[in-house]
């Protein structure tokens, strides 16, 4: 356990020190190209990455046969096959050492050359870099002198949106597209772009094959979270829930939305801050943006608990919740400790917990290895 926090803590000042423009090596994990080709048919006979014999896997192949069938008594019709993911930790890897988005907040803040953030943004970016290193962010390091600031969710994300305030929508896509081609730290041959759990992109498929309608609902910004997963997961755009800002147009000079029109000559620039989509705020966008209540719900952190909860709640149909514990330390830069809180939390709740170090064969592919040092 400590060997591999004093692994993360040397791969994080490395990162943190190195900014992405300056070039990076070539992965040799699943491309994004094979990454889209994973395809799990109805029945499920061909998944490959799980192990399935696992509690976890029987409980979710069991129940999709179930309420599928229309001969069931738990048949869910069609249309209310709704299905919810959280993205960090529970689709991608959100240990590199750090969270995508926050990563790339640093990155922008503190490395990139072409941009001069406000001195404001400047120091609190300074503030989160050194919080990752001292208190672990989100794998919490063992003798820790502090804990994260209660505020840094809510501050680190509207920091994150003023450093990204004012680009268009192109400029953002090719940010966050470059920066998808960063090494993922702490892992060989795996790019932050490409770090999907392989076992997790079989089950979105495998529901796609089932006519459940998929939605992610995450913390990331909403426009990051469409770029990210494009191409890789058979899930709309539309059907991505996640931070939100105001977007304007580029002619707007602070007019009221309701009194500007938008011309020829504008373009969308990204706004400010409006939501973090985390905890309640979960639930609160699942019941705005989809209108139904899930029957299925993954995800990996107390900032997904309301919405297992919600999911599973006076649910009407049979619905189930599922955790990731992050429990792997050999293939994955996991946790402990936050996998036994994870693993008391779905005791307590009555959520499926699904071990990454037991029910997944693999988790990137065999030839992605910790990068130990």
């Excluded at 179930?66 to 709704?82: G, K, L």
């Excluded at 072409?114 to 870099?129: F, H, I, L, Q």
């Amino acid at each position: 356990m400590m060997k591999g926090n004093r692994l993360c803590a040397a791969i994080l000042a490395a990162a943190l020190g190195f900014g992405f423009m300056a070039g990076t090596p070539s992965a040799e994990a699943a491309t994004r190209a094979e990454l889209a080709k994973i395809s799990v048919s109805r029945n499920g006979s061909d998944f490959k990455y799980w192990n399935e014999d696992a509690f976890s896997f029987r409980t979710l192949t069991r129940y999709v046969a179930d309420v599928t069938d229309p001969a069931s008594a738990h048949y869910i019709p069609v249309e209310d096959r709704i299905a919810v993911f959280d993205l960090d930790g529970t689709l991608v890897c959100e240990t590199t050492p750090c969270y995508f988005e926050w990563m790339m907040y640093l990155e922008r803040a503190l490395n990139d050359s072409s941009y001069t953030p406000a001195p404001a943004d400047r120091a609190y970016a300074e503030e989160v870099k050194q919080t990752i290193e001292e208190v672990g962010i989100p794998n919490p390091k063992p003798n820790r002198t502090r804990k994260m600031p209660k505020d840094m969710d809510l501050r680190q994300a509207q920091s994150q949106e003023s450093v990204f305030s004012g680009m268009t929508l192109t400029e953002y896509e090719r940010f966050v597209r470059k920066f998808m081609q960063t090494p993922a730290e702490g892992l060989k041959n795996l790019k932050r772009g490409d770090a999907f759990y392989l076992p997790m992109v079989e089950v979105v498929s495998y529901l796609n094959a089932n006519r459940f309608k998929c939605f992610i609902v995450s913390g990331t910004d909403r426009q990051a979270l469409r770029i990210l997963t494009d191409g890789i997961l058979p899930i709309d755009k539309d059907n991505i829930i996640g931070t939100d800002i105001t977007h304007v147009a580029s002619h707007q000079d602070g007019a009221d939305g309701l009194e500007y029109m938008f011309t020829e000559d504008d373009v969308v620039l990204r706004g400010e801050f409006t939501l973090k989509d985390v905890k309640m705020n979960k639930v609160a966008n699942i019941v705005r943006e989809i209108g139904k209540q899930p029957v299925l719900a993954f995800g990996n952190s107390s900032g997904d608990s309301s919405m297992l909860n919600y999911t599973i709640i006076n649910n009407k149909y049979k619905a189930l919740s599922f955790a990731l514990l992050c429990d792997d330390l050999e293939r994955e830069l996991g946790c402990m400790e936050k996998a036994d809180k994870m693993r008391a939390d779905c005791e307590k709740y009555g959520w499926i917990s699904v071990s990454m170090r037991d029910d997944f064969k693999t988790i990137y592919g065999n030839n992605v290895t910790r990068d130990v040092k």
